[in-house]
């Protein structure tokens, strides 16, 4: 229980600070792309690469490369995140996981909805409010330091894993390209050779990473998002290690005392020393378990690098203002998805859910704090920026969206923290 603490810890203080290298891309992004350096910030996003593999051949241009290749190590991650969660975390028992999975679901239910009552007649962007941005609304929690309470920060991860795991399905399910059954078969069989080595039980990690790579490109070939390959690669890595923590204490206990045994006058370590040195690194690498090594290796990845660059690449865009009254109601109601949609979603559905006695709030979080979580949700940022890319083809779409994701993402923010200090300012009261 200690470690997944720490590592809910960890995962916190790397999704914070990526929150705010992601603010910094963004204003970056944007600043370039009005600048005069405009023609050759989207020349170089535009700029098409290939890669070819023997008759196969795949080829897109920079930006797709960032949002089909990086990003599917980013949800390779997100997968990871899902299946801890799920077998050891905070979505391990029907207890823990109820209160925030229920306000997952309304909190993608209803944003979905509102998005559709504006868009009746062409209602595919309505995965658009449905995301939230997990790193930037903990960046914002990280600013407010000791203000937080910590149950709300544990309630904000859990909902986003619920989150993430909707927005598997819905880019999984709706955003996909023409089908191209005939690789089906060819995916197929990539993905059960994966699962025959989880069921062999086989815990080196590189035999996966190069059999998700074929995945990747056969998915990519089937017309299904690629990024998808991630999360179902994600899924087939073994949680267990090859030895348990009790056969390492021994083991290296044992190799530990030989190193001691054999320390000499000599300036450099003898034969005896390096084998036990060797013995204890590879049971080192014996008890790690392969998800969680993984995972933790690709944090840091991720956090510092796939979603900034992913923000650079993406958040680029001309400020324009007419886009957005040329496609008002496509805007309006991801704005109102996020802002109002969102909050109604989370604290409407888990509210009514503990009325039916279906679940209960956590008794160290109150209900201003599950509203102010309900704002936050509604920063949707780079993950409904990139539901916007599969879901619009037209550039000055496109465009008015990402305007409307900023102002929504940047008033919900707003909203959550106002709720966040008043909540602290009632409980330092008593009230």
Same mark, same amino acid.
């Not at 209160?99 to 944003?111: E, Q, S």
């Not at 109601?333 to 006695?357: C, D, E, M, R, S």
């Given at each position: 229980?200690?470690?997944?603490?720490?590592?809910?810890?960890?995962?916190?203080?790397?999704?914070?600070?990526?929150?705010?290298?992601?603010?910094?891309?963004?204003?970056?992004?944007?600043?370039?792309?009005?600048?005069?350096?405009?023609?050759?910030?989207?020349?170089?996003?535009?700029?098409?690469?290939?890669?070819?593999?023997?008759?196969?051949?795949?080829?897109?241009?920079?930006?797709?490369?960032?949002?089909?290749?990086?990003?599917?190590?980013?949800?390779?991650?997100?997968?990871?995140?899902?299946?801890?969660?799920?077998?050891?975390?905070?979505?391990?028992?029907?207890?823990?996981?109820?209160?925030?999975?229920?306000?997952?679901?309304?909190?993608?239910?209803?944003?979905?909805?509102?998005?559709?009552?504006?868009?009746?007649?062409?209602?595919?962007?309505?995965?658009?409010?449905?995301?939230?941005?997990?790193?930037?609304?903990?960046?914002?929690?990280?600013?407010?330091?000791?203000?937080?309470?910590?149950?709300?920060?544990?309630?904000?991860?859990?909902?986003?894993?619920?989150?993430?795991?909707?927005?598997?399905?819905?880019?999984?399910?709706?955003?996909?390209?023409?089908?191209?059954?005939?690789?089906?078969?060819?995916?197929?069989?990539?993905?059960?050779? %994966?699962?025959?080595?989880?069921?062999?039980?086989?815990?080196?990690?590189?035999?996966?990473?190069?059999?998700?790579?074929?995945?990747?490109?056969?998915?990519?070939?089937?017309?299904?998002?690629?990024?998808?390959?991630?999360?179902?690669?994600?899924?087939?890595?073994?949680?267990?290690?090859?030895?348990?923590?009790?056969?390492?204490?021994?083991?290296?206990?044992?190799?530990?005392?030989?190193?001691?045994?054999? %320390?000499?006058?000599?300036?450099?370590?003898?034969?005896?020393?390096?084998?036990?040195?060797?013995?204890?690194?590879?049971?080192?690498?014996?008890?790690?378990?392969?998800?969680?090594?993984?995972?933790?290796?690709?944090?840091?990845?991720?956090?510092?690098? %796939?979603?900034?660059?992913?923000?650079?690449?993406?958040?680029?865009?001309?400020?324009?203002?007419?886009?957005?009254?040329?496609?008002?109601?496509?805007?309006?109601?991801?704005?109102?998805?996020?802002?109002?949609?969102?909050?109604?979603?989370?604290?409407?559905?888990?509210?009514?859910?503990?009325?039916?006695?279906?679940?209960?709030?956590?008794?160290?979080?109150?209900?201003?704090?599950?509203?102010?979580?309900?704002?936050?949700?509604?920063?949707?940022?780079?993950?409904?920026?990139?539901?916007?890319?599969?879901?619009?083809?037209?550039?000055?779409?496109?465009?008015?969206?990402?305007?409307?994701?900023?102002?929504?993402?940047?008033?919900?923010?707003?909203?959550?923290?106002?709720?966040?200090?008043?909540?602290?300012?009632?409980?330092?009261?008593?009230?």
């Amino acid at each position: 229980m200690t470690q997944h603490l720490h590592a809910i810890d960890r995962f916190i203080k790397d999704e914070s600070f990526s929150g705010v290298l992601l603010f910094i891309a963004t204003i970056a992004a944007v600043m370039v792309a009005n600048s005069a350096l405009s023609e050759s910030y989207f020349a170089l996003w535009n700029m098409a690469l290939g890669v070819t593999l023997g008759e196969h051949t795949i080829s897109m241009n920079l930006t797709h490369w960032i949002n089909d290749g990086l990003m599917a190590l980013f949800f390779l991650m997100v997968g990871l995140e899902i299946k801890r969660e799920l077998l050891i975390g905070e979505l391990s028992s029907v207890q823990k996981a109820s209160f925030p999975i229920v306000a997952a679901i309304g909190g993608m239910v209803i944003p979905a909805l509102v998005y559709i009552s504006f868009n009746i007649d062409d209602p595919k962007g309505f995965g658009i409010p449905m995301a939230t941005d997990i790193a930037f609304a903990l960046g914002i929690l990280m600013l407010l330091g000791k203000k937080v309470n910590p149950a709300l920060k544990l309630f904000l991860v859990a909902l986003a894993v619920v989150d993430d795991l909707g927005a598997v399905i819905v880019v999984a399910t709706v955003y996909t390209n023409e089908i191209h059954a005939e690789y089906f078969l060819h995916a197929g069989l990539v993905y059960a050779l %994966i699962w025959i080595l989880n069921l062999k039980k086989v815990t080196m990690l590189m035999p996966y990473l190069l059999l998700g790579i074929a995945l990747w490109i056969f998915i990519h070939s089937v017309g299904v998002h690629a990024t998808i390959a991630g999360v179902l690669l994600a899924f087939a890595i073994p949680i267990s290690s090859k030895v348990n923590e009790k056969e390492f204490l021994e083991s290296t206990s044992e190799s530990v005392q030989e190193f001691a045994n054999n %320390i000499d006058t000599i300036p450099i370590l003898n034969h005896h020393q390096i084998d036990a040195l060797e013995d204890i690194a590879y049971n080192y690498d014996k008890v790690q378990n392969p998800l969680v090594k993984l995972e933790h290796q690709l944090h840091g990845l991720s956090a510092f690098f %796939i979603m900034p660059l992913f923000a650079f690449s993406n958040a680029g865009v001309i400020l324009d203002f007419s886009a957005v009254s040329q496609n008002m109601m496509i805007v309006v109601g991801v704005v109102l998805g996020l802002i109002v949609g969102k909050p109604i979603g989370i604290v409407g559905f888990t509210y009514l859910a503990q009325k039916l006695k279906i679940v209960k709030k956590p008794d160290d979080l109150t209900w201003g704090e599950v509203i102010a979580v309900g704002f936050l949700g509604g920063i949707g940022f780079t993950m409904s920026i990139f539901i916007t890319q599969l879901a619009f083809l037209d550039q000055s779409i496109i465009d008015a969206v990402k305007l409307g994701i900023f102002f929504a993402s940047f008033i919900a923010g707003v909203l959550g923290v106002l709720l966040i200090l008043r909540a602290y300012k009632n409980k330092v009261a008593g009230v």
